[in-house]
C-alpha cells in the first residue's frame, strides 16, 4: 500500500463549478500535511498547509481529519488557471522533514 | 532573491555512463533535498542534507546513486552506470527548515 493514495483524476469541470480533492496516508504518526500544484513539466509548488482544524485561503478549503487519516482539498468558483495537478503531501518523520507526495490528482477546467 | 537552480536541465546519456546533476539551493538554506519523480509515479525522496549532519541517504534506490553537498551549498547527485529505470526528472529542494521550495529539476533520459 502506498503511504499517500489519491485519486488520479482526470477531474474535468467546466469553469465556476465546485471541485473537491481526498487523499489518505497510512502512517499515523505524520506530523505535517500539505497541498502541492504542480504544473505540467513544471516544478511542485506550495499551495497550502493543512490543519486539523481546517484552513481556508481565498477559493481554496483544506481540511484534516487525523482519525481517519484523511484529508481533503476543496477548490470552489474554479478558473481556467486552477488547471494543473494537485499534489497530496505528508511530513511522516519530523526530524529530516522529507516529504512524502500522493502521485497526484489532475485537474482540467474547461471553458 | 534567486530560487533554487539545477543544471543541466536536460540530460540524456547513454546507458552504463555516469552522470553529475548539480543544484544550487536558496542562499542560507541549511537544508537541502533531492527527489526523484519518475513517470506515472509520485515525486519520491532519494538523499537529505542538513547543515554540516552526515547525510540522509535512506532513500537512495541503489549503490550506483550517491551525492555530496560541499561547503553546505552546492549539491551533487552523481548516478554510476546509469541503467534505463533510471529515466526521471530530479529535482533538488531546499528550506530553512519551514516551506521547502524546489528547483525546475533535471530531465534525465537513459537510452
Known amino acids: 500500500r502506498k503511504e499517500v493514495e489519491q485519486d488520479p483524476g482526470p477531474f474535468n469541470v467546466p469553469e465556476g463549478a465546485t471541485v473537491a480533492f481526498n487523499c489518505t496516508y497510512s502512517?499515523?504518526?505524520?506530523?505535517?500535511f500539505f497541498w502541492y500544484r504542480q504544473d505540467c513539466r513544471k516544478e511542485p509548488k506550495l499551495l497550502m498547509s493543512?490543519?486539523?482544524s481546517g484552513n481556508e485561503d481565498g477559493r481554496f478549503t483544506a481540511q484534516l481529519n487525523r482519525a481517519s487519516q484523511y484529508i481533503s482539498l476543496l477548490i470552489r468558483d474554479s478558473k481556467l488557471s486552477d488547471s494543473a495537478t494537485y499534489l497530496c503531501?505528508?511530513?511522516?518523520?519530523?526530524?529530516?522533514?522529507?516529504?512524502?507526495f500522493g502521485s497526484g490528482t489532475r485537474l482540467q477546467v474547461q471553458p | 532573491g534567486a530560487g533554487v537552480s539545477q543544471s543541466p536541465s536536460n540530460k540524456v546519456t547513454e546507458k552504463g555512463k555516469d552522470v553529475e546533476l548539480r543544484c544550487d539551493p536558496i542562499?542560507?538554506?541549511?537544508?537541502l533535498y533531492w527527489y526523484r519523480q519518475s513517470l506515472g509515479q509520485g515525486l519520491e525522496f532519494l538523499i537529505y542534507?542538513?547543515?554540516?549532519?552526515?547525510?540522509?541517504k535512506s532513500g537512495l534506490p541503489s549503490d550506483r546513486f550517491s551525492a555530496e553537498r560541499t561547503g553546505g551549498s552546492v549539491s551533487t547527485l552523481t548516478i554510476q552506470r546509469t541503467q534505463q529505470e533510471d529515466s526521471a526528472v530530479y529535482l533538488c529542494?531546499?528550506?530553512?527548515?519551514?516551506?521547502?521550495?524546489f528547483g525546475p529539476g533535471t530531465r534525465l533520459t537513459v537510452t
Open positions: 529542494a531546499s528550506s530553512d527548515l519551514g516551506e521547502q521550495y
Open positions: 502512517n499515523s504518526a505524520s506530523q505535517s
Open positions: 493543512v490543519y486539523s
Open positions: 503531501v505528508v511530513i511522516a518523520d519530523t526530524g529530516r522533514r522529507a516529504l512524502t
Open positions: 542562499s542560507g538554506h541549511t537544508a
Open positions: 542534507f542538513q547543515g554540516n549532519s552526515a547525510p540522509d
